[in-house]
């Protein structure tokens, strides 16, 4: 089990984290899998429009996590191919370890009252009939 101050540090490095974006967590991981990606192969992938990737990924890259380059495409002029950086995948890997050490702590959290979660999650479904979700 995490102590606090391995807790408080988790919470302050996703607070300040430029991947707090699902989208930008999302480019990292397709990124550490794949290494690199056409432009328009994350954004089919993630399902974004092409401004909304472009403006994540300028994030990215001026927080140095991506790397983007062009590749002479005969005929169709130039791809943009965007690269994870050696500092972009300690990155994504610090933030991945954040949410390990909440999610063992939350874990914990749950061990110690007694429940198996099956409690937060008959919670959640009386929410959701309240709300009129299903």
Avoid: C
């Avoid at 607070?15 to 089919?44: C, G, I, Y």
């Avoid at 890997?93 to 429940?115: D, I, T």
Wanted: proline share 5%; charged share 30%.
């Amino acid at each position: 089990m995490p102590g606090e101050e391995e807790i408080r540090r988790a919470l302050e490095l996703l607070r300040r984290s430029p991947l707090q974006s699902p989208v930008r967590l999302a480019v990292m991981l397709l990124l550490a899998a794949r290494h690199s990606m056409e432009f328009s192969d994350l954004q089919r992938a993630l399902g974004v429009t092409p401004g909304n990737l472009w403006s994540h990924l300028e994030k990215l890259r001026k927080a140095g996590l991506v790397r983007v380059r062009y590749r002479p495409w005969p005929g169709q002029g130039p791809r943009m191919i965007v690269e994870a950086t050696g500092e972009g995948l300690e990155a994504l890997f610090r933030h991945l370890h954040a949410l390990r050490v909440l999610e063992e702590a939350a874990g914990s959290g749950r061990e110690e009252a007694g429940g198996s979660g099956a409690g937060a999650e008959e919670e959640a479904a009386r929410l959701r009939r309240g709300s009129g979700a299903v």
